[in-house]
Each structure stands twice: as C-alpha cells, then as structure tokens.
C-alpha cells in the first residue's frame, strides 16, 4: 500500500526521532491555536451547515493547505458527499458524492474507522482518485471519521496539489476536528429533539384549554338555559352566579391556547374581558384598566374569580359606577373594584360573611391561594375592594 498510513500501519517520517525544530514548534502551535478557535464556534454553532463549513476553512488553514473537505454520509445509498469544503470549484460541494467503499482515501477511513494518510495519490494502487480531485491536481490526503452518537457521520479531509508529507502528528490536530465536529452534531441533535418535545407538548397543552374552553362553553350554555327555565329568583341568582364563573374560566383557556406563549396569558385582557362580560350582561358601563403583563395561567385565573365575584357583587347592589383597576404599588398587585353603592354595611368583617356567603368565601379563598390580603372600606360615597398580593412575576 504505497503512500497509506493508518493507526496500525505507520509511515515514518523524516527526521521523526529527532527533536522537532522551531519552525516545526510553530506550526504545531499554530494548529493547536486554530483548533482551540474552532471549539470556541463549534460549541455556539446553532446551524450544522455553516458549522461544517468554517470546520473545512480553519482545518485548511491549520494544515497550511488550500483544499479541504467534509464527506458526509448519505442517508439512502453507500455514498459521501462532499457537505462543505473549501478550495473547490463551484459544483463540487453540495453536488458531488464518492462510494463509501475502500477504494478511495475517504471510503477507505469511513469504513474501517481508522485515519488515513495517503502522501503519494499518484502512485497508489490500492486506492482510486476521485475524478474531482484528480483535476485539481491533489497529490496527499488525510483523512479521519467523524462520529456522533455512536455513530459514523462523515470524513473530514484535507488534501494537497504540493509536494511533501502529511504526518502522523497532523493526524491528532485533524482528530480533535473531527471530535468537535461530532460533539456539536450531537448537541445540535438533542436541541432539534428537544424542540420538537417542546412544540409536540405546546400543541397538546394548547390543544386541551382549547378543548376545556369548549365544554366550559357548553357547560355555561346549559346553565342559562335553566336560568330561563326556573321561576325561583334565589335559584337564577345562584345559576347566574355559577355561570360568570365558569365564563370566566374558560375566557382564561379561550386566551391560553391562542396566546403565543403556552401556560401564559396577558393579564389585561384576560380580566377586562370578564369585566366586559359581566358589564354586557347587567348593562352597565364598566371601565377596567388593568396592567399590561403576561402571567402564569395559575395566577391569572385566580385574579380573574376575584374579580369576577367583586363585579358581581357591585352589579347586584350597587346603584352604578363600578370600576376595576389593578397596578402595582412597592412591589405589589393592587386590584380594587369601586363602586358608587350604600357602601359597607356596619361591622362587616369578611371572616364572618363568608359563613353566609359563598361568594365571600371564593373570595377569601382565592385571596389566600395568591398570598394576598382582601379588604373592603368605604369609599367616595360608594364601596371599596381592594386585595394586595405579591408581585407574581418573582
């Protein structure tokens, strides 16, 4: 095997027991340089082409060489294909492939997993040329395997029109190439896999609020039917009760699986929307200035019962003049909900009421579940609700 090198077949090199000069210092410094740049973009990478192609430039540049190449493998036949490349004429990358067998250089380390050097092409025997590199004059190759996850991905190549040698000790810079090159396939892969896990499971979420929405749709539906079909004033109250509450649920998973962001929704448009709802039903006026921010659904749907209990509670004893509002003030949700009614009966403590009252305690309930404080004063000739809670964003 004229000119082949392999692991267990070693072609010594001139001089290689002597000490190595400093010109030779040099070089092998220089590589250990590009190599280090390369592992610095390599593990950045998002993108396998581009990664591939600045493997082909830099692993030239550290050889000192003008051509250089990586052969990846294809997918539906024995073959490699020439992925990215420098030094080439046009058409040469992305569109010429090699058989991945042992007749050539390339074929020849992708099948039996060992580098290869080849310094003398035009004297091999046991090797063919390939015809794009034999019209660019190549004299010397190196090649060694690329594998990811176990598997062989490719060859990476550097060749050469110039007389002189390939050495062993340029088989390891071209090693650590090629170990970089299969670690970022591999990362790329994971992240692509975990992507796709990622969107699979935002289309399932967003898939069931879709789904919850309908039936707390239909659930709702049936429950006004009955508001119409019972005479009992106490037995309407409590079905229209019953309905804001579900409406306001599923306005929550109406917003969560059109939203942009699975399992978050945009806090003012959630609650102006139950307002909206609760203010066409009574025919009111209601103005609601909520604070424009994204939040977890698991708090935004408590926020939203709040206010859904508060607003009907106005609308059943108020005279008008409701309006909602939350901010923030030192670090904390501030939610009132004013209204211009006879105002806070005497002695009112919402421990007691919500004894009494399921409303109240759905209040009181949903006051603790956000960490929150609830109140009620009265305020500018009508009633005040004011609950504080802490900033849910952390």
């Known amino acids: 095997m004229n000119g082949l090198v392999t692991v267990a077949v070693v072609e010594d090199s001139p001089g290689a027991d002597a000490h190595p000069s400093a010109s030779e210092l040099r070089y092998r410094l220089r590589q250990q340089s590009v190599l280090s740049d390369f592992g610095i973009e390599a593990l950045r990478a998002r993108e396998l082409g581009p990664m591939l192609q600045r493997a082909a430039e830099l692993c030239a540049e550290g050889m000192t060489a003008r051509y250089a190449k ?16 420098v030094g080439w004429p046009e058409g040469v990358v992305g569109g010429v492939t090699i058989p991945a067998d042992l007749g050539s250089p390339a074929g020849f380390a992708f099948k039996t997993g060992e580098p290869v050097i080849s310094n003398h092409l035009e004297n091999e025997e046991r090797f063919r040329t390939p015809t794009f590199m034999a019209e660019a004059g190549i004299r010397r190759a190196i090649n060694v395997v690329v594998e990811a996850s176990g598997e062989k991905y490719g060859v990476l190549e550097v060749d050469s029109s110039d007389e002189g040698q390939f ?19 591999e990362r790329q892969g994971a992240e692509a896999r975990l992507a796709a896990a990622i969107e699979h499971q935002e289309l399932l979420t967003r898939e069931a609020s879709h789904r919850v929405k309908n039936s707390l749709a239909m659930v709702s539906a049936m429950l006004n039917l009955q508001m119409h079909e019972d005479d009992d004033p106490r037995i309407t109250r409590m079905l229209g009760d019953a309905q804001a509450r579900i409406a306001a649920i599923a306005l929550a998973h109406d917003r969560l ?12 448009e959630l609650v102006c929307g139950i307002v909206e709802g609760l203010a066409e039903q009574a025919e009111v006026d209601i103005p609601c200035i909520i604070l424009a921010i994204e939040i977890s659904a698991d708090i935004a749907i408590p926020i939203g019962l709040v206010v859904t209990e508060l607003v009907t509670n106005a609308i059943k004893y108020a005279d008008g003049g409701i309006a909602v509002a939350l901010g923030i003030e030192a670090d904390e949700f501030v939610l009132t909900v004013d209204d211009r009614g006879p105002g806070m009966p005497a002695g009112f403590d919402i421990a007691s009421a919500s004894r009494d009252s399921l409303g109240m305690r759905m209040i009181a309930s949903l006051s603790r579940q956000l960490k929150g404080a609830m109140s009620f004063e009265d305020a500018d000739g009508g009633a005040r609700a004011v609950l504080r809670f802490p900033d849910p964003r952390g």
């Open 70 to 85: 990586f052969l990846e493998r294809c997918p539906d036949r024995d073959a490699l294909l020439v992925r990215a490349g």
């Open 167 to 185: 050495e062993t000790a340029d088989i390891a810079f071209m090693q650590g190439f090629a170990n970089l090159i299969g670690v970022a396939i």
């Open 257 to 268: 699986w059109r939203g942009d962001r699975v399992g978050v929704v945009a806090l003012d």
